[in-house]
């Protein structure tokens, strides 16, 4: 089909590729929609195939917005086009096409299918606003129940997480691990696996130790150019003395990389040293304060490695490990707890969040049976994200 629109190689292929699924990234302002938008009516009225209705179209955008401003594009693309009875139908029920934005689409599927969802066919979308509110009863009555059974583990959990003597932090982590566990499909089994992960007791191979030491590695060497930046500041001034001492404190600091293993980089933070600086000439006392600062920072950075990320001793980092096990699986005890108490609720007060929606329809296309009768009469179905 002939367009006054002069495409890019790239896009022609966008339009024209036929048979197989496409991933068309690009960034904003690029012509995605537009893209998209001719490849839907090449589709429609037939190149080299058989004309093909908006009905038999599944197309989901990322917001509301969107899905309108396609439904319009359709429209005045089809007004260009001669008006014989097939585009006269499709500008017609281009209105009531499935186009929406995905938590529209969940909603139309599951309102169809409720009865095998098990789920109340006059429920509501619950709003962030009464979310918010339903999580905070749901882990007000979990912390209460834990306070009330003397729970250790509960005790143990708002020890390490406490600020300020209140429970808020522990409150946000179980909030950020429930919403995360309820974005992947299957999140237990995701636990699963990852505590395993970190429950390996060959330190080189454990996920915890592995991340512990890129953090130390890529600190450490922010703290090598940081030194090396000021020496070189300090050469060109002529201030040998303090030139020479950062050089130096670079090319301690410098036993410590990514490319060791994270018992070697345990072994060689623990051994690191400064010597003392030279005297400085009183020319170059007007750099002392900064030295003085860098020096101090490079030091307490230091410090910090030695006692809260890195230990030499390998008896003390394994028994680190089985806390780590330990703290981490009660933690996702208590999230499922909450998520448990927050469903009740929500269920109580006839409702659904989006999380629900989604976890609803993977459950609903794991139903073979019904996820063909869906997809029966969908010849064409287009995911358009405009999230970059």
């Not at 005045?76 to 499935?98: C, G, R, W």
């Amino acid at each position: 089909m002939s367009s006054l629109f002069s495409w890019t190689p790239e896009q022609q292929q966008a339009i024209s590729e036929r048979n197989k699924s496409l991933l068309v990234s690009a960034s904003a302002g690029s012509g995605k929609t537009t893209v998209m938008i001719q490849r839907i009516i090449e589709l429609m009225v037939g190149v080299d195939a058989e004309k093909t209705p908006i009905s038999n179209f599944l197309i989901v955008t990322f917001t509301k917005a969107s899905a309108s401003d396609m439904k319009n594009k359709l429209v005045e693309k089809l007004l260009e086009l001669p008006a014989d009875d097939f585009v006269l139908q499709q500008i017609e029920d281009v209105d009531i096409a499935d186009i929406s934005d995905l938590h529209s689409f969940y909603s139309k599927l599951i309102s169809t299918y409720f009865y095998e969802l098990d789920i109340d066919p006059v429920y509501r979308i619950v709003d962030a606003e009464e979310s918010v509110n339903l999580k905070n009863k749901a882990i007000t009555k979990l912390f209460e129940d834990k306070e009330k059974n003397s729970d250790e583990n509960y005790f143990r959990l708002y020890d390490i997480f406490q600020k300020k003597r209140n429970n808020e932090a522990l409150k946000e982590i179980i909030f950020k691990f429930s919403d995360f566990l309820n974005s992947i499909n299957d999140g237990e089994a995701w636990f699963e696996n990852k505590i395993k992960e970190i429950s390996v007791l060959d330190l080189n191979q454990n996920v915890c130790a592995s991340l512990i030491n890129d953090y130390v590695s890529n600190s450490v060497r922010e703290d090598v150019l940081e030194c090396e930046a000021f020496a070189e500041k300090c050469a060109k001034l002529g201030d040998t003395v303090h030139a020479e001492y950062f050089e130096e404190m670079a090319s301690a600091l410098k036993v410590v990389n990514k490319n060791n293993t994270y018992l070697v980089n345990a072994k060689n933070v623990s051994e690191i040293s400064f010597s003392r600086a030279k005297r400085l000439p009183k020319e170059f006392e007007f750099m002392k304060d900064e030295a003085e600062n860098l020096k101090t920072k490079i030091k307490k950075n230091l410090l910090n490695y030695k006692e809260n990320f890195v230990s030499a001793n390998e008896v003390e980092l394994l028994a680190g490990v089985k806390s780590v096990e330990k703290n981490l699986i009660d933690l996702f005890i208590f999230t499922k707890e909450f998520n448990a108490i927050y469903s009740k609720l929500k269920k109580d007060a006839n409702g659904l969040d989006f999380n629900d929606l989604e976890n609803m329809l993977c459950k609903f296309c794991k139903m073979m049976r019904f996820a063909r009768l869906f997809v029966k009469n969908i010849n064409i179905f287009l995911l358009m994200s405009f999230k970059i």
